[in-house]
């Protein structure tokens, strides 16, 4: 398997969650479940990317 592609595209997919968590924060509301769960992902991704980018 190739490692630095995957490590791309988690990197990719963690800005894509941090951009969701940060503009789902701002609506607040009831968003802020969305902004939990979207920045528990960008955090489990970008510790994926991080080892893939090893």
Avoid: C, Q
């Avoid at 490590?7 to 894509?16: C, D, N, P, Q, Y």
Wanted: overall charge positive; glycine content about 12%.
């Amino acid at each position: 398997m190739r490692r630095r592609p995957l490590g791309a595209l988690f990197a990719v997919l963690t800005v894509g969650f941090a951009a969701i968590g940060f503009f789902a924060a701002e609506a607040g509301g009831a968003a802020w479940v969305i902004a939990a769960a979207a920045v528990f992902l960008a955090v489990w991704m970008g510790e994926l990317a991080l080892k893939m980018l090893r």
